[in-house]
C-alpha cells in the first residue's frame, strides 16, 4: 500500500522518516522537487499546503510549468515470452497489445 495525501489538488507520498521521527510528505507529478515534513495528518496537511505554494510561486517567477508534462507513451522491457503471452491473451480478446496493456494499467491505477 502507498500512503498518499491529496494536497490542494496534488497527490503527495507520504514516508516515515525513523531518523527524525516525522512523517515526509513529497508531490509527484511535478517538474521538481516538492516535499515537506510533519508530525501528524494535521501537520502535513499544512506544511504540504505551504511547500506546494512556494514551489508553485517559483515556478511562476521563473516561467516554467510546474507539472511534468506526459507524452502518453513509455516503453515496457519484458522477457519475449511474456510479451508472447500478453499478445496472445491481447489477441484473444479481441483487442489490440495497446488497448489490453492499457485497460491493465488504468485498473492498477483505479481510474
Same mark, same amino acid.
Given at each position: 500500500?502507498?500512503?498518499?495525501?491529496?494536497?490542494?489538488?496534488?497527490? /503527495?507520498?507520504?514516508?516515515?522518516? #525513523?531518523?527524525?521521527?516525522?512523517?515526509?510528505?513529497?508531490?509527484? *507529478?511535478?517538474? *521538481? *522537487?516538492?516535499?515537506?515534513?510533519? @508530525?501528524?495528518?494535521?501537520? $502535513?496537511?499544512?506544511? *504540504? #499546503?505551504?511547500?506546494?505554494?512556494?514551489?508553485? =510561486? /517559483?515556478?511562476?517567477? =521563473?516561467?516554467?510549468?510546474?507539472?511534468?508534462a506526459y507524452s502518453g507513451k513509455f516503453v $515496457?522491457?519484458?522477457?519475449?515470452? =511474456?510479451? @508472447?503471452?500478453?499478445?496472445? /491473451?491481447?489477441? /484473444?480478446?479481441?483487442?489490440? $497489445?495497446?488497448?489490453?496493456?492499457?485497460?491493465?494499467?488504468?485498473?492498477?491505477?483505479?481510474?
Open positions: 500500500m502507498i500512503n498518499q495525501m491529496t494536497i490542494n489538488g496534488v497527490k /503527495a507520498v507520504i514516508t516515515y522518516d #525513523s531518523d527524525i521521527d516525522l512523517f515526509r510528505g513529497e508531490f509527484i *507529478g511535478l517538474n *521538481g *522537487g516538492a516535499d515537506f515534513y510533519a @508530525a501528524d495528518a494535521e501537520g $502535513l496537511r499544512r506544511e *504540504g #499546503s505551504i511547500s506546494l505554494q512556494v514551489f508553485m =510561486d /517559483a515556478c511562476k517567477e =521563473d516561467g516554467v510549468e510546474p507539472f511534468k $515496457l522491457r519484458i522477457s519475449p515470452d =511474456d510479451h @508472447a503471452a500478453v499478445s496472445r /491473451a491481447a489477441i /484473444a480478446s479481441g483487442k489490440s $497489445l495497446n488497448q489490453s496493456v492499457a485497460e491493465v494499467l488504468k485498473q492498477a491505477t483505479n481510474q
